[in-house]
């Protein structure tokens, strides 16, 4: 059973970077089958796609976020990390990792990050 | 990217079936085949529900089913039960090599 673990920071200033990673078991970010992703849903309000990694370390992005994201991965440590900078209240949210991009068949719990100084 | 547009909330009584709408652009939903829905429950992470625009993941429920026409996709609930209620996400990949999430849809169930 794949399981996904987001962990980082679940307070951020503003302008700051907001930086989490994401621990795949039962599963390898190695593999060439699967793209992992990054979703964010800020409280009350609906999902929001902001990009994407594959295990090649390529990459595509949410253009409205494009200018202050990325993301990567370690494929030593079978971990995905999202990099988000000069945050803003707007930026606060639960953050998901998860296992693909089309179809997403696998979702980390989601941890809330907070914008505030 | 505007998100993909569903309707806020729809309900339904139990034994019911209802239907969610998703549209978007022939560069989104329209252009491919490549529609997923995903159910929400407060407090939880999203679960698949529907791939591909028709299929279904292992251990989801035929009582849910995908079709999509044109621009539009939809997802179609039948025999409602309590336990349906919840949001409902469609996503789409898209030309740019990106996914659109539509703004979700709450089900109420009376």
């Known amino acids: 059973q794949v399981q996904l673990q987001e962990s980082g920071p679940g307070l951020v200033k503003p302008s700051e970077t907001l930086s989490l990673t994401c621990t795949v078991s039962?599963?390898?970010?190695?593999?060439?089958?699967?793209?992992w992703s990054w979703i964010r849903q800020p409280p009350g309000k609906g999902l929001e796609w902001i990009g994407y990694?594959?295990?090649?370390?390529?990459?595509n992005y949410n253009p409205s976020l494009k200018s202050r994201v990325t993301i990567s991965v370690d494929t030593s440590k079978n971990q995905f990390s999202l990099k988000l900078s000069s945050v803003t209240a707007a930026d606060t949210a639960v953050y998901y990792c998860?296992?693909?991009?089309?179809?997403?068949?696998?979702w980390g719990q989601g941890t809330l990050v907070t914008v505030s100084s | 990217q505007s998100a993909l547009t569903q309707p806020a909330s729809v309900s339904g009584s139990p034994g019911q079936s209802i239907t969610i709408s998703c549209t978007g652009t022939?560069?989104?939903?329209?252009?491919?085949?490549?529609v997923s829905w995903y159910q929400q429950h407060p407090g939880k992470a999203p679960k698949l529900m529907i791939y591909?625009?028709?299929n279904w993941p292992s251990g989801v429920s035929n009582r849910f089913s995908g079709s999509k026409s044109g621009n539009t996709a939809s997802l179609t609930i039948s025999g409602l039960q309590a336990e349906d209620e919840a949001d409902y996400y469609c996503?789409?990949?898209?030309?740019?090599?990106?996914?659109?999430f539509g703004g979700g849809t709450k089900l109420t169930v009376l």
């Open positions: 998860a296992r693909g991009m089309r179809k997403v068949d696998y």
């Open positions: 039962g599963g390898s970010v190695s593999s060439t089958t699967y793209y």
């Open positions: 990694v594959y295990y090649s370390g390529s990459t």
């Open positions: 022939s560069s989104d939903v329209g252009g491919y085949h490549y």
């Open positions: 591909d625009v028709s």
């Open positions: 996503s789409s990949y898209t030309s740019s090599n990106t996914v659109i």
